[in-house]
């Protein structure tokens, strides 16, 4: 929405119209958005990307979408003489703020390479992973561990309060201990603190992990342990709690122990 472009024009940006005027003028376009759908839209749709986009142009799209969504830009962008980049990002709100992102790249090699300046702009790392779909397909490996890695360690912290073990020296040993990661270590003031200010909500890990399940499905990939935390997510869908951070599933696997009333 043109809300979300005020910050941007107070400090110094031009706001266009619509994505086929800012394509028209431009040599680079990125865009990041929520869902196959937006991308779509905002791509495909009749004041779209490609509809203002003349030869030549660099299309990087930064979104976290199905590849079945990516490959259909993909295959305007070829017809109307557009080099497609796919690269989606890895990291919070935190390392966005800080230029600490990770990009995940597939696309052009060669316009990747010319990229790698925009890229160091917001980002830490920059990985080329093919020519097509690969950069898409990594990041959903990466949001599923995310997800994965919340569920265990919510499991395991119930699994030691029931037990009488102190919270804050369980997360201390588990972030300092041989099977700690940095996701953990991360994570542990956060979790000691009990700080749920959504980063990323549980809506849209819902999305994220919808879209690893039909992608499982259609590459025949086994799912068991995502679709059990697909299960927790929805339960807490399902409780009205969709734009509270996923990580507070932690919390629900408590209340689901009988340790917490309400979360």
Known sequence: ????????????ARVADSPKSVASGSEVVISMI?????????????EGILQGAGPGLIYIDMSTVSAVASARVAETAEEKGVTYLRAPVIGSVVHAETAALGV?????KEVF?????IFAAMS?????????????IMKLVLNMQVGIIAAMIG???????????????????????????PMIQ????????????PAFTVSQMIKDFDLVLDTGKATNAPMPIASVVRQLLGIMKAQGKGD????????????????????
């Not at 995940?104 to 052009?108: F, K, N, T, V």
């Not at 830490?124 to 020519?131: E, N, V």
């Not at 037990?163 to 990661?181: L, P, R, Y």
Request: glycine content about 12%; aromatic content about 8%.
């Open 155 to 181: 499991e395991a912290l119930t699994f030691g309060e029931a037990g009488g073990v102190n919270w804050n020296q369980m997360i201390d040993i588990m972030a300092n201990s041989i099977v700690s990661t």
């Open 113 to 117: 390479d010319r990229c790698k300046d």
């Open 104 to 108: 995940l790249a597939s696309g052009s």
């Open 244 to 263: 509270i951070d996923f990580w507070q599933m932690v919390t629900l696997l408590e209340e689901l122990g009988g340790l917490k009333k309400g979360y």
């Open 34 to 46: 929520l869902g196959d759908r937006a991308l779509e839209d905002v791509s495909l749709g009749p």
């Open 124 to 136: 830490k790392t920059s990985h080329y992973l093919g020519p097509k779909e690969e950069g898409r």
């Open 186 to 197: 991360f994570k542990a003031q956060y979790l000691k603190d009990r700080n749920f200010i």
């Open 1 to 12: 929405t043109r809300e979300k472009t005020k910050e941007m024009a107070e400090l110094g």
